[in-house]
């Protein structure tokens, strides 16, 4: 079992304990989530392959939060926040932009990356070493801009 995963399980029991329902509602979310994929592949979930699903579980809130705002849903919000701020917390921690900035240019000058048809090339290296340390919407505008120069 990852890391993660028996933190997860760990913290459940904790918020069970301290009767913080909204915390624990989350952190079930986190664990259906894993098991979901562990069930449906038959398999163990290994540490990085654990934050792939935590780091898309921040994606989804990141689009919901975008929505809400479009709706003037405040309340819908609150609870979205509260959700990534959680579940952030089981996350690497995030690199800079310089860090961000630097892997990319290694990614380009090894791929040999010349124009924007060259970005599945750089986005296949940098993934591996920027997932769920870095926001990859980002990282991908980052891409363009460095390979539209």
Known sequence: MSETRQRILDDIKA???AGDKPRLATLRLM???IKQ???DQRIELD???TISVLDKMLKQRRE???QYEKANRDDLIAVEKS???LIQEYMPAALSEDEIASIIEEAVASSGA???KDMGKVMGIVKPALQGKADMAAVSQSIKQRLNA
Do not use: F, N, Y
């Open 64 to 66: 919901s939060i975008a």
């Open 31 to 33: 664990s259906a989530a």
């Open 47 to 49: 540490e990085p392959t």
């Open 114 to 116: 010349s124009s924007i």
């Open 15 to 17: 918020a069970m304990k």
């Open 83 to 85: 959700e990534l701020e």
């Open 37 to 39: 994929i562990e069930v």
